[in-house]
């Protein structure tokens, strides 16, 4: 959400109201806006069905595209596994730790 | 060794002294603490921006530790019957009830990564499933990967149905 202010009144001034200034928007209100994406890395010590079982479990993905994903992550060393708002794409990167997958949240440039 | 599933019990059974110890292991090797590499394999950075890896550390971190540690907890009580048998030298059955196989898969997965961060596997070591004999502590934490490894498709197996 935007601030909106009105400029100050110079001393002496009669009724002039100077036109209203639109300040900045926060930082933070500006990186809601950015999508990121959730990323996960390769790591050769989890095993390929356990992959396949925590991205079923995590994103509800049928087993079709949770494998694609878990052999793209093997061959190419990462596969964007979802994107969209950094309130959710934390959310899945915290799942996916707890079940001890490599996962980064990534702005998407 | 057999291993099957019987109803609401996955049962491991003719376990023979060596193996039955590599399975009492499971929570010791699981835990990380002290092994700074292993501590930063467990609990990796989620992201390149410096303020989210601040507020994943306060918040977020504890959250994975303790689910964690439940995790190795639940595994250890299971565990706990191959504890204390005057017949420890003969051959035992451990029963692990389905509703604990997420736990058994979190901590043999916690205790695959930190022995495979304490001696630093190739990807070509990892992926050697027929090395022997065991004739060094290395060797033995690859054996372990392995076995554990194998426990865990075969819960997952079970699981998936």
Same mark, same amino acid.
Do not use: Y
């Given at each position: 959400m935007s601030a909106v202010s009105a400029g100050p009144l110079e001393k002496g001034s009669t009724s002039t109201v100077e036109a209203p200034v639109r300040e900045q928007e926060t930082r933070g209100e500006e990186e809601l806006d950015v999508p990121w994406q959730v990323v996960v890395h390769n790591d050769p010590v989890n095993l390929m069905t356990y992959v396949t079982m925590v991205f079923q479990r995590v994103f509800g993905y049928p087993r079709e595209k949770a494998e694609r994903h878990m052999l793209e992550v093997h061959h190419k060393?990462?596969?964007?596994l979802w994107s969209g708002v950094r309130e959710r794409a934390e959310f899945y990167v915290q799942q996916l730790h707890g079940h001890l997958l490599l996962a980064t949240l990534e702005k998407i440039n | 060794m057999e291993i099957c599933r019987d109803e609401d019990t996955l049962q491991i059974s003719d376990l023979d002294p060596f193996l039955a110890e590599l399975l009492r292991q499971i929570p010791l090797s699981a835990n990380s603490a002290g092994a700074p590499a292993a501590e930063a394999r467990l609990? %990796?950075? $989620?992201? %390149?921006e410096k303020e989210i890896c601040a507020e994943w550390k306060s918040y977020v971190e504890p959250e994975l530790r303790r689910l964690f540690r439940s995790a190795s907890e639940t595994v250890a009580d299971d565990l %706990?019957?191959? /504890? *204390? /048998?005057?017949? %420890?030298l003969s051959n035992c059955t451990l029963h692990i009830p389905i509703e604990h196989a997420d736990a058994w898969l979190n901590t043999l997965n916690q205790a695959r990564l930190v022995i495979a961060t304490k001696y630093n596997f190739s990807d070509e070591e990892l992926n050697?499933?027929?090395?022997? $004999?065991? *004739?060094?502590r290395r060797d033995l934490g690859l054996f372990q990967i392995n076995f554990y490894g194998f426990l865990q498709e075969f819960i997952l197996r079970e699981i998936s149905g």
């Open positions: 060393g990462r596969s964007i | 609990f %990796a950075q $989620p992201s %390149a %706990a019957q191959l /504890n *204390g /048998n005057e017949k %420890a050697d499933h027929d090395r022997s $004999p065991i *004739g060094s």
